[in-house]
């Protein structure tokens, strides 16, 4: 798993092992800070764009607040409900807060991209990545991770022993699984583009000059803005974001799959939340805008990559914060109309204009003509796609079928 890494490309010994130990732990606490500033970030946007204040007691500007609600949710009482699967129960949710800490561990956080380095740092006397691991297959190790956090909310529900709980996490695996297909598809387009699994490589190949010196050569340009867009949504889906929280609606479900759940319990589903949305923030930055990839100014290149990648999450975090502050939630019916209907086939005309483009320029055909007549063919079947659900959906309204 940790052989791209060049660290781990001769002999292992202590002073290699202490340096791994030193990224885990490092890894690990950026994220927990980091999850910690986003919950505070995120009330004092929102209380921002509601004309409120939010935070401000506990700490300079409230940033000790979320500190204050976590050492609350250590003393409040645990319950375990009689009907509950003890074990389940209580495995649920590190089910959640697992997968998003190792997901962030195939993300390139930092390094020198800047003139045709390719992000290697030296740290006491050793050459590596500023990256957990870098294993070949990085992105179907992101897309298994993410797929393995809605067991955690799936099991979550069916553990309380309770009907709502249910089905907030029977609306989650469905949710989830839509979703998660549109989201594999837009990755599709990455990994066609960049010819790479690694995120390293794939950082790499979007490092330098696009088309001219002051555009970049990011994948958000590269692959079309389409993939982009679609990972976008998609991704809030995932995160049970609003407007995609339908699995944790309170107005219907009471409180969704944590209904039954209190004090560190309850409060590891919200972290699991918060974190995955720094995670996803940075799997986006690293999959369409170059990661740490950016100029060097003025000091050390790695420096300045550090910098960059920090600069684009943020600027991610406060997009994710600014659709829920906005967007109302929307009904079932048209989350799920949403993913299999429009981003699935979307995402699978786009993947296959994509690859015909590819090998239109790789045979050395005329791209001018086959491009647009793919083009054509994608827009065919998707005004067919659309004709036929239209047609369905005035059947229904008239009675005609059930």
């Keep these: 798993m940790f052989g791209g890494d060049p660290l781990l490309s001769g002999d292992v010994d202590l002073a290699v092992v202490l340096i791994v130990v030193l990224k885990v732990v490092v890894i690990f606490a950026f994220l927990l800070v980091a999850t910690m500033l986003m919950i505070w970030f995120e009330r004092k946007v929102i209380g921002d764009l509601q004309n409120r204040i939010g935070p401000n007691t506990a700490g300079p500007f409230g940033l000790f607040q979320t500190f204050a609600d976590g050492v609350k949710f250590f003393f409040k009482e645990d319950l375990l409900p009689d009907r509950a699967e003890r074990k389940v129960f209580i495995l649920a949710p590190l089910l959640t807060v697992v ?4 997901l962030f561990c195939i993300v390139p956080f930092g390094g020198d991209f800047s003139g045709g380095n390719n992000g290697t740092v030296e740290l006491f006397g050793h050459e590596t990545f500023l990256q957990l691991a870098n294993p070949p297959i990085g992105i179907l190790f992101a897309l298994a991770m993410s797929s393995i ?10 553990s309380s022993g309770s ?9 989650a695996s469905a949710q989830m699984v839509s979703y998660e297909a549109a989201l594999g598809l837009s990755v599709c387009a990455v ?46 889906a995932e995160l049970n974001r609003p407007p995609f929280d339908l699995v944790e609606a309170e107005q ?28 996803m923030a ?42 829920r502050g906005t967007v109302p939630r929307v009904r079932y019916d048209q989350l799920m109309d949403l993913g ?13 204009v994509l690859a015909t483009f590819h090998v239109a320029r790789d045979q050395h055909w005329n791209g001018l003509v086959v ?30 079928v059930d």
């Design 252 to 279: 219907e479900l009471v409180g969704g799959y944590h209904t039954e759940y209190s004090s560190i319990r309850f409060a590891l589903f919200f972290v699991a939340e918060f974190m995955n949305s720094v995670t």
């Design 340 to 352: 299999w209907k429009v981003l699935i086939p979307l995402s699978i005309g786009w993947l296959l």
């Design 149 to 158: 956090a809605v067991y955690g909310v799936m099991l979550a529900g069916w």
């Design 371 to 400: 491009v647009p007549i793919a083009a054509a063919i994608a827009l065919t079947f998707f005004g067919l796609l659309r004709f036929a659900v239209a047609t369905s959906k005035a059947n229904r309204l008239e009675g005609v």
């Design 282 to 323: 940075a799997i986006i930055v690293t999959l369409f805008l170059g990661g740490p990839a950016g100029p060097a100014l003025i000091g050390p290149g790695w420096l300045w990559g550090i910098i960059w990648f920090l600069l684009k999450t943020v600027l991610f975090l406060f997009l994710f914060v600014w659709i």
């Design 163 to 171: 009907k709502y709980p249910l089905l907030g996490s029977v609306r």
């Design 99 to 102: 997968p998003a800490f190792l």
């Design 191 to 236: 990994v066609l583009t960049t010819g790479t699994l690694d995120t390293h490589q794939i950082v790499a190949a979007q490092a330098g000059d696009g088309w001219g010196s002051l555009v970049p050569n990011w994948n958000l340009l590269v692959a079309g803005i389409v993939p982009f867009i679609v990972f976008l949504l998609a991704s809030q």
